[in-house]
């Protein structure tokens, strides 16, 4: 760190500090679908195990990042759920992220502040409206937001994300007085995807956004009205099972009858593809929430529960193996480690070091994607003839 002064502080994370209706988190879903805000009041967020595995690893990032400040912190190892080599690695390269933006930031500023876990209050914008930063940092000229995303199912940008906008709101509103802030940096840090994804833009386009499409959608959001829309945002919905705007959304495919794709034409055969996986995923949830309602009581006509299928198993893992060595057998197989867990065992670096030249990644399996996918496309037998 050098000799210079860095000013940190670390604030609560949000779950401390109640619920906020217009949350940073959920923004991209209100903004894109204004009345789902109060329709989801009305159902209950059951959680998930990803999402406890998330909350595991921004405890572990949140040590790191005091530990690598010189912060007064307490290692939470010992009570996370999920900490493996994997969190470990990924919560030290976000705290070494974090540093060469303090770094950066020294250079126009002597003693940047550094905040973790802050509160951000935007409710100037947005009634009500709070969030937790991850960690923000405030110099001459710039302001700086990075937000860790433990998940690796989907790709996360920093680019037009309204969640990284609105902490980077909030900052302002602590800091811009006291600041010559005229650029803010937002940046996504998902190391399970190899993702960085940054974003720089002026802090009155940044304003602009906030008093031209915020404020009247966070109004609508507030106050229950708006028009209901239904698309990509409605993965995280607490309603998605039952909105009837996401059913009839998916059940315009109906209008095909499901017919064999030799009597579509190609360019009805592309607007299946388009909403194909959110066809499927939106079958999921209602299957899941129908199953729910059933085990409480709800009766389906034509439906019944039932016990499902499953796999033996062994009631003690330790007794088989000795009854079977006994026997004069022997229990066990020798086998390799698996890749997945050959890395997980030596950690990803140690994995690299060791085992360089060992391991080959094989081209993957044709898989149609929408065009906005960042994969480069494949030379198919067609384009290799002409």
């Given at each position: ?84 080599e994997e969190m470990e690695e990924c919560a030290s390269g976000y705290a070494e992220y974090v540093l060469s933006l303090v770094e950066e930031a020294k250079k126009s500023c002597k003693d940047p502040v550094v905040l973790i876990e802050q509160k951000l209050d935007f409710s ?258 067609a384009e290799d003839f002409k």
């Open positions: 760190m050098g000799t210079q002064k860095v000013n940190c502080a670390a604030g609560t994370r949000e779950a401390g500090l109640g619920h906020a209706l217009l949350s940073a988190s959920s923004s991209h879903r209100w903004l894109a679908c204004p009345p789902s805000a109060r329709l989801c009041e009305n159902y209950e967020d059951t959680g998930s195990e990803y999402a406890q595995q998330g909350t595991d690893a921004h405890s572990l990032c949140e040590h790191k990042l005091k530990q690598s400040l010189g912060m007064e912190t307490k290692d939470p190892k010992e009570s996370l759920a999920f900490y493996d100037r914008f947005v009634k009500d409206g709070f969030g937790t930063g991850d960690c923000v940092i405030i110099a001459d000229g710039t302001l700086y937001i990075i937000d860790y995303k433990h998940g690796k199912g989907v790709e996360v940008t920093a680019v037009g994300n309204p969640q990284m906008m609105l902490y980077a709101l909030g900052a302002l509103e602590l800091f811009d007085g006291i600041y010559d802030i005229d650029t803010v940096r937002m940046a996504i840090y998902q190391p399970r995807r190899e993702n960085v994804s940054v974003c720089v833009m002026a802090k009155d386009d940044l304003l602009q956004w906030a008093y031209n499409d915020l404020i009247a959608k966070a109004k609508l959001a507030y106050d229950g009205e708006g028009k209901f829309n239904a698309g990509e945002h409605c993965r995280f919905c607490k309603a998605k099972a039952v909105c009837r705007k996401r059913a009839e959304y998916n059940l315009e495919l109906a209008r095909y009858d499901f017919e064999m794709p030799a009597t579509l034409e190609d360019d009805e055969i592309a607007a299946i593809l388009i909403k194909a996986d959110e066809l499927a995923a939106w079958a999921a949830d209602v299957k899941e929430f129908a199953l729910q309602q059933a085990l409480s009581g709800v009766k389906y006509d034509g439906f019944k529960i039932v016990e499902g299928r499953s796999n033996r198993k062994y009631t003690d893992e330790d007794a088989v193996a000795d009854t079977v060595k006994k026997a004069g057998y022997d229990p066990y197989e020798p086998k390799l480690l698996g890749i997945t867990a050959m890395e997980k065992l030596l950690g990803k670096k140690k994995f690299a070091e060791i085992l360089k030249g060992l391991v080959e990644k094989p081209q993957g399996k044709p898989a149609l994607v929408p065009e906005s996918d960042k994969r480069p496309p494949m030379n198919t037998a």
